[in-house]
């Protein structure tokens, strides 16, 4: 998850699929706390749509952002930029992870939890996918320039991305005996018995974003190319589920769990200059583009407090939908006020 603010250099309509993401990601985890899921039906499939491409596409819109970097700049990613992006994860990280542990039980937590969250032995529901975008920033920064080389030959990038799935699914199942080597192997591949999108099983999608920012503007009419890409994507989703059986695995993910999230990105770049048009829209999509930092740390908070408030209870779809729009717009409103708070202090 890019912490960065838009700048010139970034394309818009990946300002636009960050913040659908952002609205995505907060509908579904309020589902999860208020949702009764009595009856999937709409809010149901949300729910789905949400959990299914949300994580993929906020690792297409980093790769994306890089991407586009590497085109448009030569040098190096300076170690200090590096160090300043991890921080700022980390921190955040830290803030969300021990909001769900006290909030969730009501009490603080023992001396043992806290060096289980501080050590990532223990990673609470709702930050699992937090951790990742740290390890992207660092496996970028390490490897920047055989990723250039490679982005300049795509086949090259195809080959490495083929080879690291692969090698990920193989060590996914790979048992190292010890709890703390086991979670920390799981940040970079998953393991069974842990709930963790490891970045290299997910690998392919951010090169996908890499690609795309690095050549996307080298393409003559993006809107066919993207909906060839779209109508491809879907009919082999149709008939990889429907004809062939293929699973959406989660854990690890499955190569049909991914291309959900990258047709997902696929839509919505082709009809973002319909979105654009649509400025009610466009600029709230921005917005939460923009701080979409804060609106992760904030909701996992207010989510938390509100069910608190109503007792642990669960509702029904419009129940459960008043409950994500009641939570949408107290963290907009929370943003907000920090933005004029950071404002003040810059003048």
């Not at 699973?247 to 049909?256: E, T, V, Y």
Request: net charge positive; proline share 3%; glycine share 6%.
């Amino acid at each position: 998850m890019s912490t960065q603010k838009p700048n010139s250099e970034r394309d818009n309509s990946i300002d636009l699929l960050r913040g659908s993401v952002v609205l995505w990601m907060i509908i579904t985890h309020t589902n999860a706390i208020f949702y009764k899921f009595d009856n999937q039906g709409w809010l149901g499939f949300f729910t789905w749509l949400g959990a299914t491409v949300c994580f993929t596409t906020f690792l297409f819109c980093s790769g994306s952002v890089y991407g586009i970097k590497f085109k448009d700049r030569g040098d190096r990613i300076p170690f200090e930029k590096l160090w300043q992006r991890v921080a700022y994860i980390l921190s955040g990280y830290y803030v969300a992870a021990f909001a769900v542990v006290i909030l969730s039980n009501q009490s603080l937590p023992s001396f043992n939890e806290i060096m289980r969250v501080l050590f990532f032995v223990e990673v609470p529901i709702f930050t699992e996918f937090i951790l990742t975008f740290a390890l992207v920033d660092i496996l970028i920064f390490a490897f920047q320039k055989y990723l250039r080389i490679s982005l300049s030959k795509p086949y090259i990038l195809l080959i490495v991305a083929v080879v690291v799935y692969v090698a990920a699914a193989y060590l996914y199942k790979v048992d190292l005996k010890i709890e703390l080597l086991n979670a920390y192997k799981a940040l970079f591949v998953g393991h069974e018995e842990l709930h963790r999108f490891g970045l290299l099983s997910y690998f392919p999608v951010l090169a996908i974003g890499l690609a795309w920012g690095y050549w996307s503007h080298n393409i003559k009419d993006r809107r066919v190319f993207l909906g060839i890409a779209f109508a491809i994507m879907a009919a082999g989703i149709y008939i990889a589920e429907h004809r062939l059986g293929f699973g959406q695995d989660r854990f690890p993910p499955s190569l049909l769990f991914l291309a959900y999230g990258v047709a997902y990105a696929a839509l919505f770049l082709l009809l973002s200059e319909l979105i654009t048009r649509l400025k009610p829209l466009a600029s709230s999509l921005k917005y939460m583009s923009r701080y979409t930092f804060e609106y992760y740390q904030l909701h996992v908070i207010v989510m938390y407090t509100v069910s608190i408030l109503v007792a642990g209870q669960r509702f029904g779809a419009i129940g459960a939908a008043a409950a994500a729009i009641f939570v949408i717009l107290v963290v907009s409103l929370l943003v907000r006020l920090i933005e004029l708070r950071r404002s003040k202090k810059l003048t």
